[in-house]
């Protein structure tokens, strides 16, 4: 970078010519040096050569100056967050560190897909080594999770792999975050905990990705507490809860002016914001989540008194949790402070708009009498509690597929970090974990725990300590992985390879081909109900390893499968995980996949090039455009069939 700038001779008055003056640029004003040194175009590289030049641009270049900060604001915007407005800071060092803890992580991350390729998909099975690994860096969690968010933020049909295990990685770190902030809320004192805190926490351990923060939630039911107060100054222009303000711990003690302020509430939540229980979808996760609740103006029992409970209070009216069974209430007192005879209180019941019903009542609603410990109201962890056991029953409930296993893990680890010695529920999650091949040493110390706690499992404790060991044993065998040869003669009849976008002929589903067989190789009786025999060919023919649209994975016969007219992309979880990138017309199989199927990406390129592309256009009309219609060309013979898969 030139430093000196020459003016050409020029004619005094007199006529006399004169020398020409040298004019440098470390002779202009800092400010004006910093202003040209933050220029969009230089680079972080291209800084560090003009601080090396001389003396006076290594001064403007200082590590608390304008240019670093003017670099690394420029590079990570999204951590700006973490720093006070004109906050006087080493940015030569905040950058150099941001730096190398994004190769860092970039390299754990890299390193991933080699080490988990073969174990089960779930966000578990790259958590232990990787954790330890990241955490080994010494580097600030807001770091390595902007440059985790880089990665994913990057062009969305590449680097597929990268971001798969990025998200697995970002997934459990933000989770470990959440778990220690739910530790913290549980040890404040019970008078300090607050109900809608408490979800907000379950919500975002069960959605670490999503964007859900206490501050929004409580930005957004503050604004149905104002729409409650002008449904109130309207029909009490002194009503005291009007006085109220954000962090008041005011009570109203007139049981008529309380009235009055449920009453508001009903008529803006119900009425106004037609908030609604979810009748037909009552097994739904999102009805438990406060964020969705808030969004879709709909939840079931528990979620709806949560946010009910809260606009009382904030209005200065004590609502109440109370535990009743298979469905959660509020209550209210209509006697002096201190009563606890049941039929004292007014129970309301959130799920069926606000309707307040008495003790009798109540049984009504579930059918049957109860006692009248049902009829207590509960502490904020118990209401926790219910609301995690909703989940983890919803968990159950699941189809055994990927989506359901993670919700039981994560409302298994929710439940067990409020109730810590929960020997069913601690023996539950040592069985999932079996279940899925994941996580072999946290098996061995929930089993100890359990055995520590109640020496009577000792025989299902004893089983999986057994079969997890073995487990253990066999994963430090080298396992090498299968080859698969479309060249091979026992394959001749594969027609196909991984990486096609395929269409099923029958179901009409989207799939992604990510492995395949020459025959079936799934048991008599997957065969015997998927009625495979009625096929034309049975289960003598070859068998592809798809990834459908709908984010289920399939085993499907090749004379039910053909190439898609017009390639798509597959919105499929487990893409990256297969596959590093989407090129228009096909996926790109990633080194691991590849290695497995060396012959394949061969085939998928020129299977691609005869579908989808026509060819050159002749010289003599070299200017016009090449023709793209995809139909014109016929698709490599296919066997037909008419009959069920």
């Avoid at 697995?168 to 975050?177: A, S």
Wanted: with cysteine; aromatic share 8%; net charge neutral.
């Amino acid at each position: 970078m030139a430093t000196s700038v020459a003016r050409e001779g020029h004619l005094s008055v007199n006529g006399i010519t004169c020398e020409p003056q040298a004019k440098k640029l470390t002779d202009l004003p800092t400010e004006l040096l910093e202003h040209i040194l933050c220029f969009p175009v230089l680079k972080h590289v291209d800084i560090c050569n003009v601080s090396c030049c001389c003396k006076r641009l290594h001064d403007v270049c200082h590590g608390r100056g304008k240019v670093w900060g003017h670099q690394y604001k420029r590079r990570w915007p999204r951590l700006q967050k973490y720093y006070r407005q004109n906050e006087c800071c080493n940015w030569l060092r905040e950058y150099r560190t941001r730096h190398r803890v994004g190769i860092q992580i970039r390299r754990t991350v890299e390193s991933v897909s080699k080490r988990f390729f073969t174990e089960v998909p779930c966000v578990g099975q790259v958590l232990g080594d990787s954790f330890a690994e990241i955490e080994s860096l010494g580097a600030p969690e807001h770091f390595c999770e902007d440059e985790l968010l880089f990665i994913l933020n990057s062009d969305k049909r590449k680097s597929l792999t990268l971001k798969y295990y990025a998200k697995k990685i970002l997934y459990f770190l933000r989770q470990q975050n959440i778990l220690r902030s739910l530790k913290t809320f549980l040890e404040q004192p019970a008078e300090q905990q607050s109900a809608l805190e408490g979800a907000v926490l379950v919500d975002q351990y069960c959605n670490p990705l999503a964007d859900v923060t206490l501050e929004s939630i409580s930005a957004q039911v503050d604004e149905i507490t104002d729409k409650v107060k002008k449904m109130l100054r309207i029909k009490n222009p002194s009503h005291p809860s009007l006085r109220i303000t954000q962090g008041d711990c005011f009570v109203v003690e007139d049981l008529e002016l309380q009235r009055q302020v449920l009453s508001a509430i009903n008529s803006v939540l119900y009425e106004q914001l037609q908030y609604k229980g979810n009748e037909f979808d009552y097994y739904n996760p999102l009805n438990s989540y406060i964020h969705q609740v808030l969004l879709r103006h709909t939840g079931i029992p528990i979620s709806l008194s949560i946010l009910y409970m809260t606009l009382a209070r904030k209005l200065g009216v004590q609502v109440e949790p109370v535990n009743f069974p298979n469905h959660f209430l509020l209550r209210w007192c209509q006697k002096p402070r201190g009563s606890e005879d049941i039929y004292d209180f007014i129970y309301t019941d959130a799920f069926g708009k606000g309707k307040q019903l008495t003790a009798k009542e109540c049984e009504y609603l579930i059918g049957h009498q109860v006692t009248a410990d049902y009829y207590s109201a509960i502490s904020t962890t118990e209401v926790l509690l219910r609301m995690v056991g909703n989940l983890l029953n919803i968990g159950k409930r699941g189809e055994g597929n990927e989506k359901s296993y993670q919700l039981l893990r994560d409302s298994l680890d929710l439940y067990l970090t409020i109730n810590p010695d929960n020997v069913q529920y601690l023996l539950l999650q040592a069985r999932l974990y079996f279940h899925l091949g994941i996580w072999p040493e946290k098996v061995l110390d929930i089993l100890q725990h359990i055995q520590a706690l109640d020496p009577s499992q000792h025989g299902a404790v004893g089983y999986l300590v057994q079969h997890t060991l073995e487990h253990i044993q066999h994963k430090k065998l080298p396992v090498e992985p299968e080859v698969k040869r479309q060249g091979a003669a026992e394959h001749l009849e594969v027609q196909y390879s991984v990486g096609l976008i395929m269409k099923h002929k029958r179901s009409g589903y989207n799939c992604v081909i990510y492995g395949w067989d020459p025959k079936c190789t799934m048991s008599q009786e997957w065969i015997t109900t998927m009625r495979v025999n009625q096929l034309s060919n049975g289960a003598n023919q070859p068998f592809y390893n798809v990834l459908v649209q709908d984010g289920t994975c399939r085993y499907a016969a090749q004379e039910n499968l053909e190439p898609h007219s017009e390639p798509l992309e597959i919105g499929h979880p487990e893409v990256g995980r297969y596959f590093s990138e989407f090129s228009n017309t096909h996926y790109v199989a990633n080194e691991e996949l590849q290695t497995r199927y060396p012959d394949d990406m061969v085939k998928t390129l020129s299977m691609v090039q005869e579908l989808y592309h026509r060819l050159a256009p002749s010289s003599d009309h070299q200017d016009q455009a090449p023709a793209t219609d995809q139909n014109s060309h016929q698709a490599m013979p296919m066997q037909q069939s008419s009959s069920p898969q």
